[in-house]
C-alpha cells in the first residue's frame, strides 16, 4: 500500500519546549484522515511538518513520496493544497477578483492572475465550478459573496492545482448549519475525485461518511490514530479534551456531550 505520509518517531523542539513529542503517524493510499485536538494540542504542528514549513528536530518524515532531508520541499509542496482561515489574510486582493478568477488563480499558486491563461485553464477552472456546484457565482466578486462560499471558493482554487493531498484546516468554523452541510458535501466531491484529505476541527460531527480515520493529538502526542469507529470512542476523547465526554452516533455522523 503506497504511503500519503510517514511520520517516524517524530519531535520537534522550539524555545526549549518538546512541541511534538515521538510522532508515529502513517496515512496510506485511499484513507481520509480528521485531525482532533484542543487548542494547542500541537495540530497546525505537524501540517506544518507535514508540508515543510517546520523542520522535524528528530524522526523521519515522507510525504508523497518525497523523503524530508533529501527531496525538493517546494516540489513537493505543489501537490498540496491548503484551505485555512489564515487565507483571509489575503482578502484585501481577493475581494476584488470573480469567483472563477480566484478558481483560476490556484493554478499559479496566486491571489490574482498575473499570467496568461490558455482555454485548458478556462475549462478545468469551470469544470472545477460545475463540479463543486460554484456555476451560480460566476460573475460574481469575492467581497459580495457569503462565509460559506467563499469557503467553498477557497476550497476550488486549492483543487485548481489538482492536489495529492489537500489539507482543511477547519472549513466550516464561523458558518451556519447550512452553510456547514454545504461545505461538509463538497469534501465527499474532493473524496471522490481522489484526492487524499486531513480535515482539522474542534466539531466532531463534521467527521461525515468521507473521513475513514482520525487522529487525535494531546500535548503534542498522540492518543490514538486509526479507522474512525475504534478511535471516536467516549474514553478516547475524554482523554484527548481533558473533560469527560460521551459519544453517540446518528446517521452515521458522531455527536458529542458532555458529562
Ligand atoms: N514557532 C513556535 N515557537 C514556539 N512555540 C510554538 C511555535 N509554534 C507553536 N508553538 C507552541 O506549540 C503548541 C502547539 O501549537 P499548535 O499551533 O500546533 O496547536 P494547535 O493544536 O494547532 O492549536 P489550535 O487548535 O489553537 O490551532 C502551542 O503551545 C504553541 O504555543
Not at 94 to 121: A, H
Amino acid at each position: 500500500m503506497k504511503h500519503i505520509i510517514h511520520m517516524g518517531s517524530v519531535c520537534w523542539r522550539r524555545e526549549g519546549q518538546d512541541i511534538l513529542k515521538n510522532i508515529c503517524w502513517d496515512v496510506t493510499e485511499g484513507e481520509q484522515w480528521a485531525v482532533l485536538g484542543l487548542n494547542g494540542s500541537g495540530k497546525t504542528s505537524i501540517l506544518n511538518i507535514i508540508t515543510g514549513y517546520n523542520y522535524p528536530t528528530s524522526g523521519s518524515v515522507n510525504v508523497l513520496g518525497t523523503e524530508f532531508g533529501k527531496a525538493s520541499i517546494p516540489e513537493m509542496r505543489k501537490k498540496i493544497g491548503y484551505v485555512s482561515n489564515a487565507l483571509d489574510k489575503f482578502s484585501g486582493t481577493l475581494n476584488r477578483e470573480t469567483v472563477e478568477n480566484i478558481i483560476l488563480s490556484g493554478r499559479f499558486s496566486s491571489f490574482g492572475i498575473y499570467q496568461k491563461i490558455d482555454e485548458n485553464d478556462e475549462k478545468k477552472a469551470l469544470d472545477i465550478m460545475k463540479g463543486l456546484r460554484l456555476e451560480y457565482l460566476k460573475g460574481k466578486t469575492y467581497q459580495v459573496l457569503s462565509q460559506g462560499e467563499k469557503r467553498r471558493a477557497l476550497i476550488g482554487r486549492a483543487m485548481m492545482a489538482e492536489p495529492e493531498l489537500l489539507i482543511l484546516d477547519e472549513p466550516c468554523t464561523g458558518l451556519d448549519v447550512l452553510s456547514r452541510e454545504d461545505v461538509l458535501n463538497i469534501t465527499k466531491d474532493i473524496h471522490a475525485m481522489n484526492c487524499h484529505m486531513l480535515y482539522v476541527t474542534h466539531h466532531i460531527e463534521e467527521i461525515t461518511d468521507v473521513i475513514s480515520h482520525v487522529l487525535l493529538v494531546k500535548d503534542g502526542t498522540i492518543v490514538a490514530a486509526g479507522p474512525k469507529q475504534d478511535v471516536l470512542t467516549s474514553s478516547l476523547l475524554s482523554d484527548t479534551y481533558k473533560i469527560p465526554v460521551k459519544i453517540h452516533w446518528e446517521n452515521n455522523r458522531p455527536w458529542m456531550s458532555i458529562i
